[in-house]
């Protein structure tokens, strides 16, 4: 059975995950339209996964995905931790603020949360997608026990092939192309940057599972283009942000239309894992920062909030995570449902 026909989509399209940018009013309203809505659900514990869950469930009948981060434990470095704040104490100066004292893991990986899997397996939302890795064989045969469709992100082949060796039913192939955080297994190896396109004939040819690409597709014509390579969906995340029911505040919308747009950059200095964003304060202290390893995701991430938090408390907006992909300045504004309506006619009109 397709991907399309399990979940009983209409419209070959999900809607990134986007942890703390989707909401479940943003989900329900494509998956009512005939897409498959998301939520991300790593930068919150399992009470307020729960909640999420529910409230979506309750907007929408049809079927929705919950996105899971599945980083390695983060290790406290003094040392490092120290230097970072150091580099970064004269910008906190800056706004009458000073640095945390320590930092800490705000986000816990699902690899290490067993309250998330109870609540999960206790749900059973319709699809679970995970993020940087994979859980355990356990964890996924549970899932899997519950009749849950289930997804994973991959960078490179080789993490495709560890994708399809644990026995999921398809792949988000992430180009270097798209916003937020790069999916990789391991931040530090090497990365060979493949783009969408090349990533996805790969996958297509190589793989064996449904293959949905993310990176770079904003339009009915991206949707198309990725069909022809052989997909079976296309994944949009910066495409949403811009939609009324996101929780994007108005910094960040009005970024999407500004000259940041034209520059997205891949950076590791706001949340210690590469991620793409908006052109901004933020992704311009190489000068800074260079030189220096960040600690790692996510209690890099501490820092980058706490600054962001000071300088918006002093009408500074620049330091904000502002994920976007290099497709952001075919950004549109408009409800949720608006904008699957148009992809779909965009997309009609392609495919002929």
């Known amino acids: 059975m397709s991907l399309l026909d399990r979940l009983r989509l209409t419209i070959p399209l999900i809607q990134a995950p986007m942890a703390g940018v989707a909401t479940p009013r943003l989900a329900a309203a494509v998956s009512e339209a005939g897409g498959l809505g998301s939520i991300g659900v790593g930068a919150t514990d399992a009470a307020g996964a729960r909640a999420m869950i529910e409230e979506l469930s309750g907007r929408t009948d049809r079927a929705f995905n919950v996105n899971l981060f599945v980083h390695d434990t983060p290790e406290a470095d003094a040392a490092r931790e120290a230097a970072w704040l150091e580099a970064l104490a004269p910008l906190f100066a800056d706004y009458g603020a000073e ?10 990986s699902f690899a ?5 899997l109870a609540m999960l397996l206790e749900l059973a939302p319709p699809v679970v997608s995970f993020h940087f890795g994979l859980p355990s064989a356990e964890v996924l045969a549970a899932l899997r026990g519950r009749g849950i469709y289930l997804m994973a992100t991959a960078t490179s082949r080789e993490e495709a ?4 060796a644990a026995g999921l039913d398809a792949i988000v192939a992430q180009g270097i192309e798209a916003g937020g955080h790069r999916g990789m297994f391991d931040p530090i190896a090497p990365d060979d940057a493949l783009g969408t396109l090349a990533l996805t004939r790969l996958l297509v040819r190589d793989a ?9 597709i904003m339009d009915g014509a991206g949707i198309a283009a990725a069909l022809d390579l052989g997909a079976a969906a296309a994944q949009l995340g910066t495409a949403f942000v811009a939609c009324p029911e996101s929780a994007a505040d108005d910094a960040y919308r009005a970024a999407l239309t500004g000259p940041g747009a034209e520059h997205t950059t891949l950076t590791s200095w706001i949340s210690g894992r590469p991620a793409r964003a908006l052109a901004n304060r933020f992704t311009a202290l190489a000068d800074r920062l260079n030189g220096r390893v960040p600690p790692d995701y996510p209690r890099a991430y501490d820092a980058g909030k706490a600054l962001h938090a000071a300088a918006k408390g002093n009408g500074e907006h620049g330091f904000g995570a502002q994920w976007a992909g290099q497709g952001a300045p075919l950004s549109r504004a ?3 449902a608006e904008l699957v309506r148009t992809l779909r006619e965009e997309l009609d009109r392609c495919r002929g």
Do not use: E, N
Not at 161 to 164: D, G, T, Y
């Open 99 to 108: 640095p945390p004292r320590v930092l800490r893991t705000i986000y816990r």
């Open 112 to 116: 290490d949360d067993p309250d998330m």
């Open 161 to 164: 092939r560890a994708i399809k």
């Open 208 to 216: 064996g599972l449904p293959i949905v690409p993310a990176g770079g």
């Open 334 to 336: 408009m409800p949720a």
